[in-house]
Nanobody, 119 residues
């Protein structure tokens, strides 16, 4: 079955960096786009970054120039390098993909990893 397992979250000071990882299994990783979302308390889940099969990347407006999404198809892992972190980046970060199963594009989510930016 499809599994997405995030890691790498934690507490970091403003201006610091973190790298999140999402280990994927149960599907042909190299043939699917991958995404990172985040959800802060009291707010809706928002798209942070996406990476296509061809490694074309897109970012939310507030993340551009600070975050970098990448993928390693040999390791079935997608990464999110987060730099110049701000308190507003505090959220639970989720890995996401959509996999074709029985003719239906089915979304999958990881359990999330908490990122807290605070002094």
């Amino acid at each position: 079955q499809v599994q997405l397992v995030e890691s790498g979250g934690g507490l970091v000071q403003p201006g610091g960096s973190l790298r999140l990882s999402c280990a994927a299994s149960g599907f042909r990783f190299s043939t699917y786009a991958m995404r990172w979302y985040r959800q802060a308390p009291g707010k809706e889940r928002e798209l942070v970054a996406s990476i296509s099969v061809a490694s074309v990347t897109n970012y939310g407006d507030t993340m551009k120039g600070r975050f970098i999404i990448s993928r390693d198809n040999a390791e079935n892992t997608v990464y999110l390098q987060m730099n110049s972190l701000e308190p507003e980046d505090t959220a639970v970060y989720y890995c996401n993909t959509e996999v074709w199963q029985s003719g239906t594009l089915t979304p999958y989510w990881g359990q999330g990893t908490q990122v807290t930016v605070s002094s």
